[in-house]
């Protein structure tokens, strides 16, 4: 029996020598990861954001902290669009994410999934933070706020077609002004899109000419059914449109920042419309007030000249002016009949050109033109199809033509007609003289069909 291999001196026994788990650093990280993402798969953290930075990729990150310590944290691009407030440093939100460790620093942080800011809701914050944001740019000024048009001639709306409010503008206005045009925007005016589609809504219509003032609008609602007309995109379409905005979002009591920046706020959108023709009612009111005044400016004025009249009916000199007037009276008639008749003849001279314009029309009537246009349709269309028919016929027979000179021109029609092509063993050139070769040398031989190998057993030069 073998006895066991004696150690060195000082060297410990391996029997008495502990088992040791040596792990490498990349191991043991994966480890720890792996407990932290199975304990704290999903937690919330309440802090103060501090270090916020949004990269170009996307990502969010920062750190959450308190009195006595700091958690990093990052929350990906897919998570970041469905913030409705930006992050700033000294915030204080509450996270709601999974615990994990991010192996290439060893650092130990919370991917977040949710964040929302802490005793004040995420529209809530983004609505200040933008508020601010277009106060400091100018948006709010009164000194930009424009007049609204006396008597607009064509008022643009930019609403849902679905929504109550269209039909109270309409009502409205049909109502108090039946000869104003209308050109309606339809958008939007909740969910994901709706800002940009209300933005652009605006844009188009104040670029539309003819257009004099644009009511912007929708019923009420919730702040986050509300919420397109709290967005950016809205409020700098306001700003920058080039004719007066009305804003008519909501309740009297919701406030919108598309209130804030619009030239006129409307506490409801029948409001709106009603302020948008009250300035016809103004005129209106004023023409009345001022027709009363020359009806008695004018009564006052024949009074005093029916007194005049008589003190000069009892002068001697004027006892005939009454029949000078009889004959200034008939000559008035006489005017008065032919004008009559002159103006009876305009007016059928008009109508008969009114009837020859509408005959004209009846002619270019769009129903007429299109059976026309059909017809004309269906005879270019037969005869593509004759000459597209014609065409492939034309390339058939060119296909045709050039395929048989490829057959006529291919080495493997010539192999067919019994010709054969030779090569040296190696298959390395082709044999074209017989000197090439000498007498026990290998050949391959090329058929139409198969190939030969040959030895050579006599040459003829």
């Excluded at 291999?5 to 650093?25: I, M, Y």
């Excluded at 929504?163 to 309409?170: E, M, P, S």
């Excluded at 104040?206 to 709290?230: C, H, K, Q």
């Amino acid at each position: 029996m073998n006895s066991p291999p004696r150690l060195p001196f000082g060297a410990p026994s391996q029997r008495s020598a502990p088992t040791r788990n040596v792990l490498t650093v990349t191991a043991l990280t994966t480890q720890i990861r792996s407990v932290l993402e199975s304990t704290y798969a999903e937690v919330w953290v309440e802090g103060e954001l501090t270090n916020s930075r949004l990269w170009k990729t996307g990502h969010l990150y920062f750190t959450l902290r308190d009195d006595q310590a700091q958690l990093k944290a990052v929350m990906f691009r897919s998570a970041v669009r469905y913030l409705r407030f930006k992050p700033e440093d000294g915030l204080r939100v509450i996270a709601r994410g999974r615990v994990t460790v991010y192996e290439p620093k060893g650092e130990y942080q919370i991917v977040c999934e949710h964040l929302q800011p802490q005793g004040v809701g995420a529209l809530q914050v983004a609505f200040d933070q933008l508020k601010r944001t277009l106060d400091a740019d100018g948006l709010f000024a009164p000194e930009r706020k424009r007049p609204l048009p006396l008597l607009p001639r064509q008022i643009g709306v930019v609403t849902s077609l679905d929504g109550a409010a269209l039909r109270d503008i309409l009502n409205v206005l049909i109502r108090r002004h039946p000869t104003v045009h209308v050109l309606i925007r339809a958008t939007r005016v909740q969910g994901d899109g709706a800002a940009a589609q209300v933005a652009h809504g605006i844009t188009l219509l104040s670029r539309t000419p003819g257009v004099d003032v644009i009511i912007v609008g929708r019923g009420g609602g919730s702040l986050e059914d509300l919420w397109a007309f709290n967005e950016e995109p809205v409020a700098r379409a306001i700003a920058d449109a080039t004719v007066p905005i009305i804003s008519a979002v909501g309740h009297e009591t919701d406030v919108t920042l598309s209130d804030l920046v619009a030239d006129v706020r409307a506490p409801t959108p029948s409001a709106a419309a009603e302020i948008v023709v009250a300035g016809r009612d103004e005129l209106q009111n004023r023409v009345a007030q001022i027709t009363r005044t020359l009806g008695v400016c004018a009564a006052d004025g024949i009074g005093r000249r029916r007194t005049r009249l008589l003190e000069l009916d009892r002068r001697p000199g004027l006892a005939a002016w009454p029949a000078r007037l009889a004959g200034r009276g008939r000559h008035t008639a006489e005017l008065t009949h032919a004008l009559a008749s002159a103006g009876r003849t305009l007016l059928a001279s008009r109508q008969r050109r009114l009837q020859a314009a509408r005959a004209r029309l009846d002619a270019h009537e769009p129903g007429r033109r299109l059976e026309s246009t059909r017809t004309r349709l269906a005879t270019a269309r037969e005869r593509l199809r004759a000459a597209i028919a014609q065409r492939r016929q034309y390339l058939a027979s060119r296909v045709s033509d050039v395929t048989g000179r490829l057959d006529a021109l291919s080495p493997l029609g010539v192999l067919s007609r019994g010709y054969a092509l030779c090569w040296n063993e190696e298959r390395t050139a082709i044999l074209r003289d017989a000197s090439r070769v000498s007498i026990g040398d290998g050949v391959a031989i090329k058929l139409r069909r198969g190939e030969l190998t040959c030895t050579v057993t006599a040459k003829n030069e």
